[in-house]
């Protein structure tokens, strides 16, 4: 029997034979390279305690496990991560210093500040860590229950609505930009230093909304005191039911805050590939995932490449809406 095959048939069953030789060969690389060779330092653009330096803190113990070397957790916060980032991109590129990183230092930030101590190709993305949406939080005494409610209250009385964010270019601030620009509505911009004067803010009325994270989020509704009305990813959250997504009432609308490791520029492709591999391994490991679990986080992986165009595309996303704002800071 003579089986016939169209040019798209053998295109596609070429392009994945070369995609698949590719994964083999770059297996090959991770696995013959000698990484790491000494202690490593993962450093962490937060000080000791939050959330972020948890997650942190959280990856390094797993990873001492499959390296068998000291990880030193290095937290070195100032100016919204510029310090931790300039100092990693500086260090020797031999994949013996990792930058945790929030996706805004790298994605956004280079869009807004003028005078950054780093660019983005200082930088060689390793892997996405983890994702978590935002939840658009209301007082409990407010009117506000859906984000249907929120456009139409908007639109009778335009700039009425004060929402909030812990400073000016944080993705709670652009969150809330792109709110205002999908919907359509004027709201009143609020900046405050940190998430813990907001939450005050939006205790005593004098902000009526805010974008924050998930964990945060969910403790400050189970007090009672506030309550959520939308989240900003794409789908809902079990730690959430009964809450929708902003993207039910306006298609498309979808913001997150993502985590992932980068090295400096340079570093070899066979260490990155290495780093990648275990991290990986981590990240599917049953432990990894019951630490994570009820935190309302997203666990990623995959390869260098994908976290790459993730970085892309977030930089093309927001580079209209901060050009449009006509916002650069200092």
């Known amino acids: 029997m003579h089986m016939k095959f169209s040019g798209h048939t053998i295109c596609t069953a070429l392009t994945a034979l070369l995609a698949a030789l590719a994964m083999t060969c770059a297996a090959a690389q991770a696995d013959t390279v000698d990484f790491p060779t000494r202690p490593v330092r993962l450093v962490v653009p937060f000080p000791p305690g939050g959330g972020s330096d948890m997650q942190a803190r959280m990856l390094a113990d797993r990873l001492r496990q499959v390296w068998t070397q000291p990880i030193l957790v290095d937290n070195v916060a100032g100016a919204g991560g510029a310090v931790a980032a300039a100092n990693v991109a500086r260090a020797k590129a031999d994949g013996h210093t990792i930058l945790f990183a929030t996706h805004p230092m790298i994605a956004i930030n280079p869009l807004i ?29 407010s009117p506000f229950r859906s984000v249907a409610d929120l456009v139409k209250a908007a639109k009778d009385k335009p700039g009425s609505i004060n929402y909030g964010s812990g400073g000016i270019g944080t993705t709670q601030h652009l969150t809330g930009e792109l709110l205002k620009q999908q919907a359509r509505i004027d709201l009143t911009l609020i900046p405050y230093r940190g998430n813990s004067q907001t939450n005050t803010a939006l205790l005593t009325n004098e902000i009526q909304l805010f974008f924050d994270s998930v964990p945060s989020a969910v403790a400050q509704i ?4 506030v309550r959520g009305i939308a989240l900003s990813g794409l789908s809902r959250q079990p730690l959430l039911p009964g809450v929708a997504t902003v993207s039910e009432t306006l298609p498309g609308f979808e913001s997150s805050l993502a985590y992932g490791l980068l090295v400096p520029d340079g570093t070899p492709e066979a260490v990155v590939l290495a780093i990648n591999r275990d991290v990986n391994k981590v990240l599917r490991s049953s432990e990894y995932a ?32 901060v050009k449009r704002l006509n916002l650069r800071l200092d």
């Open 222 to 225: 189970k007090g009672g005191r």
């Open 113 to 141: 500040y003028k005078k950054l101590p780093y660019q983005a190709k200082d930088f060689a993305p390793v892997i996405k860590l983890i994702d978590t949406p935002l939840v658009l939080l209301v007082p409990s005494a």
């Open 290 to 321: 019951v630490r994570v679990a009820g935190e309302g986080i997203s666990i990623e992986g995959g390869s260098s490449e994908q976290f790459a165009e993730f970085l892309a595309r977030e930089h093309s996303k927001w580079s209209d809406l």
